[in-house]
């Protein structure tokens, strides 16, 4: 059976191979993980459909891979009595056979020191103490570092030890070595550190550069008085901790708001096409989420506009803890029409943000704080203390003009300034 590069998303339409976990010759069960697969959006382990033994790998760790390509090839019981023909065509770069020498293997790695000698590497275990396998590029970064694996905390599945995690190890220990494979570093003479970027973050800066390219971003917003939040907020939050262990953010608040403006303003729920405008039936909404600073990603709340405060806060909150276990999947990252991203818990006070394509749109939503505000009471205007905060919405002038993303903006502004929050919680 050819194992096929799966289709990770709408436009998603490669990947790199980031970490073998089987290898010619070993015996796979159906839903053993053969491998995984790191896009620009989601980071996926393959499990395998059949169970057999892996024959040949044909799209080397590292390899990009296009939508198709066959990456493996396992040979069923089936297969194994009733056919003697020759393997498949090869696509991709072939890894050599377990019984030759190949980077794969533990006794190839032989990094190179500042001082231009080579350096005798330790072999790595093959597995974690407790058993779980370790792939071969998180073998050769423990084998590189001299690591212990039990020192390392895994968070893949089943706590397998990720490349991932050994690099986070590595940053908080302080013990990187120059020239390591997975994040080679070289120190100049005047102390300067090169750190190459991450497969990551190389995505995100094509994108970002990309977006700027494919959309006349324009920049606006509103400024927004908080306190019908606040008041539901503090009446709400200490039940709300105990019963969800999180606390009550201003940022479902500001979704639900959006998701009753958007459907007077479709345009803004959209994604561009060429020379067409695709718009969405439905609100589903994109959160930008930070991955400890290491890159972000934006998965999507389905369906979002059929959601209260309550429902968006907890989808909020699993997409955030699934995003940063690494447990996104596919489906998560995929038929976004609007975008939010929240930078107020970093405590900003303005952000123009960058349009997730193929949208037309994103919101920033800053950080509140309590300021000095003029304000229309009975006897005038006088000065009262408010959480105040900035809407600031990027948008596509080719799609709309400036008269309707502030029409937009008001609507949102209106919502979260007159609306009746506590009925959200009946």
């Not at 892996?54 to 799209?59: E, F, H, N, T, Y």
């Not at 190179?112 to 590029?137: E, F, H, Q, V």
């Not at 550069?209 to 324009?218: D, E, I, M, T």
């Amino acid at each position: 059976m050819d194992v096929i590069m799966p289709q990770l998303g709408e436009s998603v339409d490669e990947g790199t191979i980031s970490a073998w976990h089987k290898k010619p010759g070993d015996l796979i069960a159906v839903d053993d993980i053969l491998l995984e697969i790191e896009t620009d959006k989601v980071a996926t382990e393959v499990p395998s459909l059949v169970a057999g033994v892996l024959k040949d790998i044909l799209v080397a760790e590292g390899d990009i891979a296009k939508v198709g390509t066959i990456l493996c090839v396992i040979e069923t019981a089936d297969q194994s009595s009733s056919s003697t023909s020759a393997p498949p065509p090869q696509k991709g770069k072939m890894v050599a056979d377990a019984s030759s020498p190949s980077p794969e293997k533990d006794s190839d790695v032989n990094p190179i020191s500042l001082s231009g000698t080579r350096k005798k590497p330790t072999r790595a275990p093959k597995n974690a103490p407790d058993g779980t396998p370790l792939s071969p590029a998180v073998r050769r970064l423990i084998a590189h570092h001299d690591l212990d694996p039990a020192a390392i905390p895994g968070t893949g599945r089943q706590g397998r030890i990720q490349r991932s995690d050994v690099l986070t190890y590595l940053d908080k220990k302080d013990v990187r070595q120059p020239a390591t494979i997975a994040r080679p570093t070289a120190v100049s003479t005047n102390d300067k550190e090169r750190v190459p970027f991450s497969s990551l973050r190389r995505k995100i800066a094509q994108n970002m550069l990309a977006s700027k390219q494919q959309s006349a971003h324009v920049l606006q917003a509103v400024e927004v008085d908080f306190s019908a939040v606040e008041r539901v907020r503090t009446f709400m939050k200490d039940a709300w901790r105990a019963e969800t262990g999180t606390s009550l953010t201003y940022l479902p608040f500001i979704a639900r708001a959006v998701c009753l403006s958007l459907p007077n303003f479709p345009d803004l729920n959209a994604e561009r096409d060429g020379d067409s405008l695709l718009r969405h039936k439905h609100i589903h909404m994109a959160f930008a989420i930070d991955l400890d600073h290491k890159g972000l990603v934006a998965p999507v709340l389905k369906n979002a506009e059929n959601l209260k405060v309550p429902a968006l806060a907890r989808g909020i909150v699993s997409l955030s803890q699934k995003a940063r276990n690494g447990q996104l999947l596919p489906d998560d990252m995929s038929g976004a029409g609007y975008t939010l991203t929240n930078n107020g818990s970093f405590g900003t006070l303005f952000t123009a943000p960058i349009i997730n394509q193929p949208q037309v749109a994103i919101l920033s939503t800053d950080g509140i704080k309590k300021r000095p505000v003029v304000v229309e009471g009975p006897d005038g205007d006088e000065i009262a203390i408010r959480p105040m905060g900035i809407l600031a919405q990027s948008f596509d002038h080719c799609v709309v003009d400036g008269s309707y993303s502030a029409s937009f903006l008001n609507c949102v502004k209106e919502i979260i300034e007159t609306r009746n929050w506590s009925a959200d919680f009946l």
